[in-house]
Each structure stands twice: as C-alpha cells, then as structure tokens.
C-alpha cells in the first residue's frame, strides 16, 4: 500500500504556483482522501494563458479558433475538453486543481468516476467531491452545462472578469477559508469501527473476519482451506481463486 507521503509526492510539483490556500487546500484534500482510502493525484493546478488556449484548440478547427481570437493557436486532435480560453478560467489565477483517483501501482491514474477501490460501497470519485467541499471548493460536475467531474476551484467570491483586472482575494475571505482548513486539519477524518466477528466451519473456528456497513468479510483461505479446497491468488488479474476437487 502506498504511504500518505508517497501520494503526496505525486502531486508536489502540480501545486506550485497555487494561491497559498488553494494550495493548502489541495493537500488537505489528498491527506483526507487517503484517510478515507482513496488516493488521488492533482493532475492540473495553475495553467498558464498558452496552456489554456493550447487546451482549448483540442478538438477543434482552425475556424472555431479564429472565431474567438485565437487565430494564432493551432488546432491540437482529441477531444474537447474546455470552453474556456486563455484567462477565463480559474486555473490561470492559481485558484482550481484537476485530480484523479491514483492506482495501488501508484503509477497508473483513473478517471472512472464509479470505482470503489475501498469496498466500502460508495464511488471512490464522490468520497473525494464530498471531501472537498467540505474543505471549500466548488465542484465542476455541480455546473448546469459543460460538468467538469475532476474540476474543484476556490473563488473566493471572485469574478473571473475581476481577476483579470488584477483584483485579489479580500483578506477576510481568505482568512476564512484558512480557518475551516485548520478546523478540518484538527478534526481529522471520522472513520467507522469495524466490527469483528468470529467465522466457524462446522462449528469450529477458523479465522476472524469483521462486520462492515452490513456486509460480513471473511480471509478467503481459511474458510476456503477448512472446506477442503484449494485456493490460488491471481495477482496479474486480482483474483481469487477457490477449487474444490469432486470426490
């Protein structure tokens, strides 16, 4: 399993750049994440204006371009990923993050917004979004229009109109936030006990397992083995496998 430091690291060299609370922000956000087992990785923090237009030439043509005054930019193949341009989005003002759900090989990334990777019956994806608003960040997949799923952004109540004209932050906003990071920094994360149980084969003990959210979780061999079957890991495939020869 990877260790909170090892994720961290992943996502060090992405948060540069960040307005210093944003910042603070995203690394609450990925501590309290792993905390619930899910491990993620900021894939975008700030983008620069080329970056943005550069992004946003994605999937179109050099018309579309030219329509909205990026006759200068060429268009880029894959799919559209933005409608926005170079300084109409929070992310070329340090204020939004992108993640993923980051794999146990802690190289491999995801976007599946359905995965339980921590069989704890909820969508690894919504344990995150409700992480982070919790923290303070509005989540892209709550627009009405063009959701943004791996999106958060931090506005402080600012325009984006306002932030090109260089306004900043008001100190007391930002104040605030930094105070319900800290209050969340305190609280940690609540974690749900885990009920053990015994687990009997013919009324004889064989192993301990643990009662969660309903469901009852038992070490496959043990019970496997007492049964009088066989059992083989498959770790290319992460599968168990139980055989019991016929008689």
């Given at each position: 399993?990877?260790?909170?430091?090892?994720?961290?690291?992943?996502?060090?060299?992405?948060?540069n750049g960040l307005h210093s609370v944003v910042k603070q922000a995203a690394e609450l956000l990925?501590?309290?994440?792993?905390?619930?087992?899910?491990?993620?990785?900021?894939?975008?923090?700030?983008?620069?204006?080329?970056?943005?237009?550069?992004?946003?030439?994605?999937?179109?043509?050099?018309?579309?371009?030219?329509?909205?005054?990026?006759?200068?930019?060429?268009?880029?193949?894959?799919?559209?990923?933005?409608?926005?341009?170079?300084?109409?989005?929070?992310?070329?003002?340090?204020?939004?993050?992108?993640?993923?759900?980051?794999?146990?090989?802690?190289?491999?990334?995801?976007?599946?917004?359905?995965?339980?990777?921590?069989?704890?019956?909820?969508?690894?994806?919504?344990?995150?979004?409700?992480?982070?608003?919790?923290?303070?960040?509005?989540?892209?997949?709550?627009?009405?229009?063009?959701?943004?799923?791996?999106?958060?952004?931090?506005?402080?109540?600012?325009?984006?109109?306002?932030?090109?004209?260089?306004?900043?932050?008001?100190?007391?906003?930002?104040?605030?936030?930094?105070?319900?990071?800290?209050?969340?920094?305190?609280?940690?994360?609540?974690?749900?006990?885990?009920?053990?149980?015994?687990?009997?084969?013919?009324?004889?003990?064989?192993?301990?397992?643990?009662?969660?959210?309903?469901?009852?979780?038992?070490?496959?061999?043990?019970?496997?083995?007492?049964?009088?079957?066989?059992?083989?890991?498959?770790?290319?495939?992460?599968?168990?496998?139980?055989?019991?020869?016929?008689?």
């Amino acid at each position: 399993m990877l260790t909170l430091e090892q994720v961290k690291k992943k996502s060090a060299a992405r948060l540069n750049g960040l307005h210093s609370v944003v910042k603070q922000a995203a690394e609450l956000l990925i501590e309290r994440s792993y905390d619930r087992g899910v491990p993620i990785v900021i894939t975008q923090g700030l983008r620069s204006i080329e970056e943005q237009n550069a992004l946003y030439a994605q999937g179109r043509t050099q018309t579309q371009l030219n329509s909205v005054g990026l006759s200068h930019v060429s268009p880029r193949p894959g799919a559209i990923v933005t409608n926005a341009i170079g300084g109409t989005s929070y992310h070329n003002f340090g204020l939004a993050i992108d993640f993923a759900l980051l794999m146990p090989d802690g190289k491999n990334v995801s976007w599946d917004m359905r995965r339980d990777g921590d069989f704890d019956k909820t969508f690894d994806w919504l344990e995150v979004v409700e992480e982070a608003k919790k923290i303070g960040f509005a989540w892209g997949g709550d627009w009405k229009s063009f959701k943004d799923y791996p999106h958060f952004e931090m506005t402080f109540g600012l325009s984006l109109s306002q932030l090109r004209v260089g306004v900043k932050p008001a100190q007391s906003k930002v104040d605030a936030e930094l105070n319900k990071i800290n209050s969340l920094k305190k609280a940690g994360v609540k974690k749900v006990e885990q009920q053990k149980v015994k687990v009997l084969v013919n009324g004889k003990k064989v192993a301990d397992g643990y009662l969660d959210g309903g469901s009852t979780y038992t070490p496959s061999r043990e019970v496997a083995e007492a049964l009088g079957a066989s059992v083989r890991w498959d770790k290319e495939n992460l599968t168990v496998h139980i055989t019991k020869e016929e008689k």
